[in-house]
């Protein structure tokens, strides 16, 4: 059972554009949701994230949106540069368990 | 401040035969986690240890999979026998809040490949 489902798997942006990638979650009891940035041969790193008790957090060109009523958060990266091309991770922890989506290829053309 | 440690990076091996992972958290992180990431998903909790016992096994595949934690620091994930679905990478993390979530560390993995 998924516990946090992610979209799209893959995703090619311009540079300059804006990425948007999308979780959607179940349980009412998580408490934080971070996203990950994974590049290849390397472990997934703290790229943002957001408590429920917010509705928006923006650091630099990265912004959560989160939807509590809808159980939907998303990450919006704008001005995508080609050193942003990685995997992204959303994730859900309740409890310090941390549950996580199935990832997000993005490719940033120059 | 040094980050999570893994070893070894790369391991081959036949299926039926036995490997070991070894991670080193940052020091002073009281919680622990080993992932299994198969290629293009997502971290699947595999063990989850608070200091030196364990909070989450639930996922762990028991009959091959087996994890300790000595004195609540360095940690080791053995599997034996090895399948073939075992191949993958497998993650160490550590985070330093018990309560509350906070940020997790990952090593750069140990990715195996079972023949």
């Known amino acids: 059972q998924q516990q946090v489902k992610q979209s799209p798997q893959s995703l090619i942006v311009q540079k300059g554009g804006i990425s948007i990638i999308n979780c959607a979650y179940e349980?009412?009891?998580?408490?934080?949701f971070p996203w990950y940035q994974q590049f290849p041969g390397k472990g997934p790193a703290l790229l943002i994230a957001?408590?429920?008790?917010?509705s928006e957090k923006k650091e630099g060109r990265f912004t959560i949106s989160f939807n509590k009523s809808a159980k939907q958060f998303s990450l919006h990266i704008m001005d995508s540069q080609p050193g942003d091309s990685a995997t992204y991770f959303c994730?859900?922890?309740?409890?310090?368990?941390?549950?996580f989506g199935t990832g997000t290829s993005l490719t940033v053309i120059p | 401040e040094a980050g999570v440690a893994q070893s070894p990076r790369y391991k081959i091996i036949e299926k039926r035969q036995s490997v070991a992972f070894w991670c080193n958290p940052i020091?002073?992180?009281?919680?622990l986690y080993w992932y299994q990431q198969i290629l293009g998903q997502g971290p699947k909790l595999l063990i989850q240890?608070?200091?030196?016992?364990?909070?989450?096994d639930s996922q762990l595949p028991k009959d091959r999979f087996s994890a300790e934690r000595l004195k609540g620091v360095d940690s080791t994930l053995k599997i034996q026998p090895a399948k073939l679905e075992d191949s993958a990478v497998y993650l160490c993390?550590?985070?330093?809040?018990?309560?509350?979530?906070?940020?997790?560390?990952f090593g750069e993995g140990s990715r195996l490949t079972v023949l």
């Open positions: 020091s002073g992180h009281a919680t």
């Open positions: 240890f608070q200091n030196n016992g364990v909070v989450d």
């Open positions: 993390a550590s985070s330093l809040r018990r309560i509350f979530a906070g940020e997790l560390f």
């Open positions: 994730a859900a922890s309740e409890s310090n368990q941390f549950y």
């Open positions: 349980n009412t009891a998580f408490d934080y």
């Open positions: 957001i408590r429920p008790d917010v």
